[in-house]
């Protein structure tokens, strides 16, 4: 039977683990330079999300004995996150795992990176940018479809107007997200509306999606782009929508997330196994490093998968440990 794509990438990172692992007791015995190596991501410091990337990268470079380094913006701010790559650098890692939300924003910060023939590897968000900066792989998932398959899953639940938030404007992979959205419900003839809130302040996000439901009481389904949307709403919905005539559905999940699916408050969530995308990326630099082994596929999808009612109950013991 032939094996499909996905088959083969998994196969071929199971190889890679089991080569990185089983080299670490051969690299404790010379006397080598220890490995470094760095992520930058953009991840709020108030997103859980990114939380879990972080714990995937920490174990990834415990087990292979190894410095790793872990940075982010403490706001969503492309300024200051192409501020930490420059610092990062000027400190010549011997490799820099990055998301790129905003290409434009953060391209002349990686090609510096890719002139001092320092590895990169591409996580979560931004792998356009393989097309103007060298880099060994993109680790995340296919951003645009995700989104389609969102809108096809929210349509099983028979809605007529969607509404779309976004809690990270200018972050291309959100953008995708909807655009993927909007694309299957325009095709279904189903309206979408899009709004922001504020993802640093959940009381003023609550608010805004408040206001707005006032005065559209038409929306009967609502898709937000990251958990930092949908806690908020799921609180206010306990308080506006006691019959449960809005079906709320998110993208990636914490705890908080799973709870509100077994409690039927969230219908489903869409999970792009964001531990993989810090322990893999790990995984693969340090064989570069230390092997010159290459990824064979310019990318190497973690998701999306659905989490629904029928298997939350599965992932809620390892989310609430940080690995789901």
Known sequence: MLRTKKENVFSLVIIFIFLSCSGIEKQKDKPLKKVSINMVTHGQATDPFWSVVSN???????????????????????????????????????????????VAAL????????????????????????????????????????????????????????????????????????????????????????????ASDPSVARETIRAYLSINNTIDGILTLGPLGAIPIMSLLKTVDKEKKIKLATFDFTPEIIDGIMNDQIVFALDQQQYLQGYLPVILM???????????????????????????????????????
């Open 56 to 102: 995937g990268a920490k174990d990834a470079a415990k087990e292979l004995g190894i410095d790793f380094y872990y940075q982010s913006p403490q706001n969503f701010d492309m300024i200051t996150m192409s501020q930490i790559i420059d610092a990062v650098v000027s400190t010549n890692p011997d490799g820099i795992i990055v998301s790129v939300p905003d």
């Open 107 to 198: 391209k002349k910060s990686i090609l510096a990176a890719s002139k001092k023939n320092i590895p990169i590897i591409v996580i979560n968000a931004g792998s356009e940018i393989m097309e103007e900066v060298d880099i060994l792989t993109y680790v995340g998932q296919s951003e645009y479809e995700a989104g389609m398959k969102a809108a096809k899953e929210l349509i099983k639940y028979n809605i007529t107007t969607a509404l779309c938030v976004n809690h990270e404007i200018g972050n291309i992979s959100l953008d995708k997200r909807e655009q993927g959205f909007r694309k299957v419900l325009k095709e279904n003839n189903i309206d979408v509306k899009t709004i922001p809130i504020d």
């Open 286 to 324: 340090n064989l570069y490093i230390t092997n010159k082994n290459t990824p064979a596929f310019e990318k190497l999808e973690t998701g999306p998968s659905i989490i629904n009612i029928k298997n939350a109950q599965d992932v809620l013991a390892l989310s609430k440990k940080g690995k789901r």
